[in-house]
């Protein structure tokens, strides 16, 4: 873990006049969203060390039920309309299931009563000392966001709301706009540097990025129009025009997308600066040591497999550590092997 370096105003700044209207747009409607969250008394930031020791049933088939549902009403919608275009479809679906101040399925997730899902206080979790005001969004929320299971990765309800919400924002500025992957990434790194991670938590996550990245090939593989950046063989279309009328060609299972690099406690997030680190570090080794070590061990053992699977994009997406972890077993494979 470390200190993320960079001026994030700098950083913005680098952004066409476009991109800049868009963070001014996009900090009014955190405003909101932070507004709604200090009425709820929760927060969307999560704990995914002290959940290790909560056993949770799968959401995986909830949620996979609930985007085809929803990918159906779509599609019934514009064909009653008799809507054609692909800009619909795409505007219409991110409707439907993203959104900018949430996501409609992250809120699906967190009310309803088949969802298995686990919160903690804030003062019981690894962010007890933060309670300062320059950290506004944890001084105020009293509890933590929720956790589920997906296929046995536990992840927070956030992080489907990024990948359908950032992730439909990488896919409009990737693709829709070319402006090409490194500029969608870096998008998403700012956003982490200001209004979602720095500025209102002090906390950056690269599981939020990551999450961002697998939404954006979800909507590449809406009607597979582009090439998917890591998987030739990816799953899609999942929607196609067959005699002026939309029908959806596959079902969407989210297995394909949630691995452990969605995992907070597997993909360290870094912070703001010394101060916070100091705070929130030491409760993450002491959780870690009463729940026992063994339990984070997953993290290790798919760190190469994870690094393999989004490279080239590894280095914007992983906390140092992973890479650091995932070379080392490469340098023991290559050597047990003898390719040095």
């Given at each position: 873990?470390?200190i993320?370096?960079?001026?994030?105003?700098?950083?913005?700044?680098?952004?066409?006049?476009?991109?800049?209207?868009?963070?001014?747009?996009?900090?009014?409607?955190i405003?909101?969203?932070?507004?709604?969250?200090?009425?709820?008394v929760?927060?969307?930031?999560?704990?995914?060390?002290?959940?290790?020791?909560?056993?949770l049933?799968?959401?995986?088939?909830?949620?996979?039920?609930?985007?085809?549902?929803?990918i159906?009403?779509?599609?019934?919608?514009?064909?009653?309309?008799?809507?054609?275009?692909?800009?619909?479809?795409?505007?219409?679906?991110?409707?439907?299931?993203?959104?900018?101040?949430?996501?409609?399925?992250?809120?699906?997730?967190?009310?309803?009563?088949?969802?298995?899902?686990?919160s903690?206080?804030?003062?019981?979790?690894?962010?007890?000392?933060?309670?300062?005001?320059?950290?506004?969004?944890?001084?105020?929320w009293?509890?933590?966001?929720?956790?589920?299971?997906?296929n046995?990765?536990?992840?927070?309800?956030?992080?489907?709301g990024?990948?359908?919400?950032?992730?439909?924002?990488?896919?409009?500025?990737?693709?829709?706009q070319?402006?090409?992957?490194t500029?969608?990434?870096?998008?998403?790194?700012?956003?982490?540097k200001?209004?979602?991670?720095?500025?209102?938590t002090?906390?950056?996550?690269?599981?939020?990025?990551?999450?961002?990245?697998q939404?954006?090939?979800?909507?590449?593989?809406?009607?597979?129009?582009?090439?998917?950046?890591?998987?030739?063989?990816?799953?899609?279309?999942?929607?196609?025009?067959?005699?002026?009328?939309?029908?959806?060609l596959?079902?969407?299972?989210?297995?394909?997308?949630?691995?452990?690099?969605?995992?907070?406690?597997?993909?360290?997030?870094?912070y703001?600066?010394?101060?916070?680190?100091?705070k929130?570090?030491?409760?993450?080794?002491?959780?870690?040591?009463?729940?026992?070590?063994?339990?984070?061990?997953?993290?290790?053992?798919?760190?190469?497999?994870?690094?393999?699977?989004?490279?080239?994009?590894h280095?914007?997406?992983?906390?140092?550590?992973?890479?650091?972890?995932?070379?080392?077993?490469?340098?023991?494979?290559?050597?047990?092997?003898g390719?040095?």
């Open positions: 873990m470390g993320h370096e960079g001026s994030a105003i700098g950083f913005m700044l680098q952004y066409e006049p476009k991109m800049i209207k868009t963070f001014f747009s996009s900090v009014i409607l405003f909101l969203t932070t507004v709604i969250h200090i009425q709820n929760s927060g969307s930031e999560i704990d995914s060390y002290n959940v290790r020791n909560i056993q049933p799968d959401t995986l088939a909830v949620l996979n039920i609930e985007c085809n549902r929803r159906d009403l779509v599609l019934s919608y514009l064909n009653d309309k008799k809507i054609t275009n692909e800009a619909a479809l795409y505007r219409h679906l991110s409707w439907a299931l993203g959104g900018n101040v949430g996501s409609k399925m992250q809120f699906f997730l967190e009310k309803n009563s088949n969802v298995a899902a686990w903690v206080m804030k003062n019981d979790s690894i962010y007890k000392e933060m309670n300062s005001w320059t950290t506004p969004a944890l001084k105020v009293s509890r933590l966001g929720r956790i589920i299971n997906v046995n990765v536990y992840i927070g309800t956030d992080k489907i990024h990948a359908l919400g950032q992730g439909y924002s990488y896919f409009k500025i990737a693709y829709l070319n402006g090409g992957i500029r969608a990434l870096a998008y998403g790194e700012m956003t982490e200001t209004y979602y991670g720095y500025t209102s002090g906390i950056y996550s690269y599981a939020d990025l990551v999450a961002n990245f939404g954006m090939r979800f909507w590449i593989h809406i009607l597979y129009k582009y090439p998917d950046p890591l998987d030739s063989h990816a799953p899609g279309p999942y929607v196609a025009l067959k005699d002026n009328s939309w029908i959806r596959r079902n969407v299972d989210w297995a394909y997308y949630i691995d452990p690099a969605w995992d907070e406690s597997c993909n360290q997030s870094i703001r600066d010394e101060r916070i680190a100091q929130i570090i030491p409760r993450i080794e002491d959780t870690k040591e009463r729940i026992g070590r063994k339990k984070f061990e997953i993290c290790k053992t798919a760190a190469q497999k994870l690094v393999e699977r989004y490279y080239p994009f280095e914007y997406l992983f906390n140092k550590d992973i890479i650091y972890i995932a070379d080392y077993q490469g340098a023991v494979i290559r050597q047990a092997s390719a040095y």
